[in-house]
């Protein structure tokens, strides 16, 4: 079963955006969770991940990150994962 909450996507579209890189950043509009597209986050064909496997960024980092190779994307997307998880640990 896929974990969903709407309560933490939510909570992700306040938090501040978490990609490190170089990119016109808009997250005073909010950030999007960008979810994993690793299928051991949950991910499948035509199916997201797992909700508490998304990173928070914002809108343009998000669409950003479908244009990297699929190396740098899953590092990219990792960086600001622990980054968002971290935040999420320390935020009410």
């Known amino acids: 079963m896929t974990f ?3 309560k933490l996507l939510d909570k ?3 938090a501040p955006c978490f990609a490190q890189f170089p990119h016109s950043c808009m997250s005073h509009n ?3 969770p960008a979810h994993s597209d690793w ?3 949950g991910r ?3 199916h997201k991940s797992h909700d508490w496997a998304t990173a ?5 980092a998000h669409l950003m990150l479908d244009k990297f190779d699929r190396e740098t994307k ?4 990792l ?3 622990v980054e968002t998880t971290t935040w999420l640990w320390q935020t009410d």
Do not use: P
């Open 4 to 6: 969903r909450s709407r």
């Open 56 to 60: 928070a960024m914002c809108h343009e």
């Open 30 to 32: 909010g950030c999007d």
């Open 74 to 77: 899953r590092m990219e997307w």
């Open 79 to 81: 960086r600001a994962y």
């Open 44 to 46: 499948g064909h035509g």
């Open 39 to 41: 299928s051991m986050f």
């Open 12 to 14: 992700l579209h306040s």
